[in-house]
C-alpha cells in the first residue's frame, strides 16, 4: 500500500504540474492579447469546487476542483470543451477570443503546448546541472546484451556487443537505440571478439510490443554488494564481495541467468559454487518462495567504465533543450505504433503512468519522468482532434486559409465528436490497466 500511495502522490504532484503549466500558457497569452478569462482551474469542478477564489477587480475565478483529470482555462467567447452557447451566434465584444485575428488566436492556442516543451526543456537543462549526465557507453559492456526472445529471433544471441545500426554509432542503451535498431537495414555487433552485421527484419518492434518482454539487458557478473540480515543469504554464509559463478553445478556467469535459475528452485536448497577472494567454494542456500535469497547485488557501474558529463548553469540549457526535443522525436517515432494492432494492446492509462514513477520517492527520477510526460502533453495536445489544442489550431488554418470562419454548430459538434473519442480513448486505456492487473 505505502509503495502504491508514494507511485499515486508523485503522479499526482507531476500531472498537477503539467496541467498548471498549459494552462497558464493559454492564459498569459490571452491576456497580453487583453482577452478576458472567466475561470483557470486545476482538475474538474464538475458539480462543486474544493477551492475557489476571485481576486477584486478581476473577472478570472481561480480554483481546484474535485475531479482530478486535468484542468481548464475558461476564455470568454471560445467554442471549447468547457463552454458552448447562445453568446457564440451574438456579436463579440471586444474582450472576447473570437473577436481577435486569427494569428493572436493561433498563438492563445498553442500556448499550452509551447508552455510544456519550454518547462520539459527547463527541467531537462536542470536535471543536467545538478545531476549531469552520466551513462554507460554501450561498447563499454564488453559481456555484451542479454536479449529478449523476439530479438533473438531477429538474430541478435546473448553476449552480443551494440555497435552500429547501419551507419550510425549505437552510444547509449534507451528508447532511441531501440528505434534506431528497428528501423535500421543492418546492426553490427560484436560476436566472440569479431563484428557482424545482422540483417534486420521490419518486424522487430511488432514482435516486441507483442511480447511485452523488452528488447534486452545489460549482462555482468553477481558479486554481492550485501546480505539482508536475517536472510538465507546471510544464513549460508554469503559475503560482500562473493562472486556466485553456478547452481546445482549449472554455471551462471551473469546476473539474468542467476536470477533464471532461482526462478526455477523456488522453495528448494540449492548449492552454489562462488569464488572468494580467489577460492573456490561450494554452499548449501534455501532460495524463498518468491525466488530469492537475500542480497543485493554489485551495481553495474562497478564493472564497467561508466561516463559522466558535467555541465555548468548556461551550458545546461542547450543541453536541456537538445534532450527535450531528442524526447520528442524518439515519442513521435514511436506513436506510429500505437495504430498496430500489437501497439494498441500495450496503451496504458492512469495505472500505466503511475507505474512510470519509482516506489521510493527520488527526486531525479520524478523530474525526469515529468519532464518526460511534458513533452508526451505537448505531443498530445497538438494533435488535430476536436476538444483538444490542435483541434482548435486545426480550425484556425482553416479559417486563415479560406478566410472563413466554421459556423459555430460545427464547431460544436465537432468538439462533442471529438470528446467522445477521448472519452473512449480513456476508458480503453484505464481498462486495459484494469485487464493487466487482473490477469497478473
Not at 166 to 181: I, N, S, W
Not at 372 to 401: K, T
Request: with cysteine; glycine share 8%.
Amino acid at each position: 500500500m505505502e509503495t502504491f500511495l508514494i507511485k499515486a502522490l508523485q503522479l499526482v504532484l507531476s500531472l498537477s504540474i503539467l496541467v498548471i503549466v498549459h494552462e497558464l500558457g493559454h492564459f498569459i497569452l490571452a491576456r497580453v492579447f487583453k482577452i478576458r478569462v472567466d475561470k483557470f482551474y486545476l482538475f474538474f469542478d464538475v458539480g462543486f469546487a474544493l477551492f475557489r477564489y476571485k481576486p477584486k477587480n478581476s473577472h478570472t475565478e481561480f480554483g481546484v476542483g474535485w475531479l482530478p483529470l486535468g484542468g481548464y482555462c475558461q476564455i470568454a467567447g471560445m467554442v471549447d470543451e468547457s463552454v458552448y452557447n447562445e453568446q457564440d451566434i451574438k456579436p463579440a465584444e471586444s474582450w472576447e477570443l473570437r473577436s481577435r485575428p486569427p494569428w493572436q488566436r493561433l498563438l492563445v492556442m498553442i500556448a499550452g503546448v509551447v508552455f510544456n516543451m519550454l518547462l520539459a526543456f527547463f527541467i531537462y537543462a536542470m536535471v543536467l546541472f545538478q545531476w549531469n549526465d552520466t551513462y554507460l557507453p554501450l561498447k563499454n559492456v564488453k559481456m555484451g546484451m542479454e536479449f529478449s526472445q523476439a530479438a533473438k529471433n531477429a538474430g541478435f544471441q546473448d553476449g552480443d556487443i551494440l555497435l552500429r545500426a547501419d551507419d550510425k554509432e549505437l552510444e547509449r542503451f534507451g528508447v532511441r537505440t531501440l528505434m534506431d535498431v528497428a528501423d535500421a537495414e543492418f546492426v553490427t555487433v560484436i560476436r566472440d571478439g569479431k563484428e557482424i552485421k545482422l540483417p534486420m527484419s521490419n518486424d522487430l518492434m511488432k514482435n516486441l510490443l507483442r511480447d511485452k518482454e523488452g528488447f534486452a539487458t545489460y549482462r555482468f557478473p553477481t558479486v554481492i554488494q550485501e546480505t539482508a540480515v536475517g536472510s538465507n543469504a546471510e544464513k549460508a554464509g554469503l559475503l560482500p564481495g562473493d562472486s556466485i559463478i553456478s547452481v546445482n553445478g549449472t554455471a551462471t556467469p551473469v546476473f539474468t541467468e542467476l536470477k533464471r535459475k532461482l526462478e526455477e528452485n523456488k522453495g528448494k536448497e540449492i548449492s552454489l559454487e562462488v569464488v572468494r577472494k580467489g577460492a573456490l567454494l561450494t554452499l548449501p542456500v534455501q532460495v524463498d518462495s518468491v525466488g530469492l535469497l537475500g542480497f543485493y547485488p554489485k551495481a553495474i557501474g562497478s564493472f564497467y567504465d561508466i561516463i559522466t558529463v558535467n555541465y555548468g548553469f548556461l551550458e545546461s540549457f542547450p543541453a536541456g533543450i537538445k534532450r527535450g526535443i531528442q524526447e520528442l522525436k524518439d515519442y513521435v517515432a514511436q506513436f506510429k505504433y500505437v495504430f498496430t494492432k500489437e501497439g494498441a494492446t500495450s496503451i496504458g492509462g492512469f495505472a500505466a503512468m503511475g507505474q512510470l514513477f519509482p516506489p521510493v520517492w527520488d527526486w531525479y527520477s520524478f523530474w525526469i519522468m515529468t519532464a518526460f510526460l511534458s513533452v508526451i502533453l505537448a505531443f498530445m495536445n497538438i494533435i488535430p482532434i476536436p476538444g483538444l489544442d490542435g483541434g482548435h489550431v486545426l480550425f484556425l488554418l482553416y479559417e486563415m486559409i479560406t478566410g472563413r470562419k466554421p459556423s459555430p454548430k460545427f464547431v460544436e459538434y465537432a468538439q462533442i465528436a471529438g470528446l467522445l473519442f477521448l472519452l473512449a480513448l480513456v476508458i480503453y486505456a484505464n481498462g486495459l490497466d484494469i485487464l493487466r492487473a487482473i490477469i497478473k
